[in-house]
T-cell receptor, first 114, second 111 residues
Framework: TAGITQAPTSQILAAGRSMTLRCTQDMRHNAMYWYRQDLGLGLRLIHYSNTAGTTGKGEVPDGYSVSRANTDDFPLTLASAVPSQTSVYFC?????????????FGPGTRLTVT | QQQVKQSPQSLIVQKGGISIINCAYENTAFDYFPWYQQFPGKGPALLIAIRPDVSEKKEGRFTISFNKSAKQFSLHIMDSQPGDSATYFCAASSGDYKLSFGAGTTVTVRA
């Protein structure tokens, strides 16, 4: 199975431009998440969705927006990119029902904002 | 401010040695403590996890030790192998399924 796919793999983006990072899962998981990974800071939660139609803010939501129109897709949008958004972005999902909330991660998108 | 503090930032161990990574937390509502393993260019993957009702969990060469009173937990990698070279993240959650991650530890196993 594919699990979680993310696109693009990498991108260089000019400051002020907008961009949408795509995430699709084929596991029919209820919950999905977006993280950014920065050296020395680990993974920080940007936004999450417990089920289709609902979203919530994580630890570092400013400058990002998400939508969850269906179970499988959870796009992350940067409306006006800034250099501090240079990072590696990971999408993850979990079934949200088991006691041990294992999250499955995609391969990541490396974004450079110049 | 990170809710889970992880140390060391990096460590080097000889093949066959023991790698130990420590994590500490303050939020007493945390009730799920996973460890994730990440290889370069890949997303993190769950390695092992524990709940606070047990003090130790072992899976193969990987063991989590949990000290509820000290609010600390650690990962021990026994008989470390070169294939264990990766970055390890501890994490914690409090039933809402959102994970708070530590900063990560890069483990290098020398052959």
């Amino acid at each position: 199975t594919a699990g979680i796919t993310q696109a693009p793999t990498s991108q260089i983006l000019a400051a002020g431009r907008s961009m949408t990072l795509r995430c699709t899962q084929d596991m029919r998981h209820n919950a999905m998440y977006w993280y950014r990974q920065d050296l020395g800071l680990g993974l920080r939660l940007i936004h999450y969705s417990n089920t289709a139609g609902t979203t919530g803010k994580g630890e570092v939501p400013d400058g990002y927006s998400v939508s969850r129109a269906n179970t499988d897709d959870f796009p992350l949008t940067l409306a006006s990119a800034v250099p501090s958004q240079t990072s590696v972005y990971f999408c993850a999902s979990s079934d949200g029902t088991s006691g041990m909330n294992e999250q499955y991660f995609g391969p990541g998108t490396r974004l450079t904002v110049t | 401010q990170q809710q889970v503090k992880q140390s060391p930032q990096s460590l080097i161990v000889q093949k066959g040695g023991i790698s130990i990574i420590n994590c500490a937390y303050e939020n007493t509502a945390f009730d799920y403590f996973p460890w994730y393993q990440q290889f370069p260019g890949k997303g993190p993957a769950l390695l092992i996890a524990i709940r606070p009702d047990v003090s130790e969990k072992k899976e193969g060469r990987f063991t989590i030790s949990f000290n509820k009173s000290a609010k600390q937990f650690s990962l021990h990698i026994m008989d470390s192998q070169p294939g264990d070279s990766a970055t390890y993240f501890c994490a914690a959650s409090s039933g809402d399924y959102k994970l708070s991650f530590g900063a990560g530890t890069t483990v290098t196993v020398r052959a």
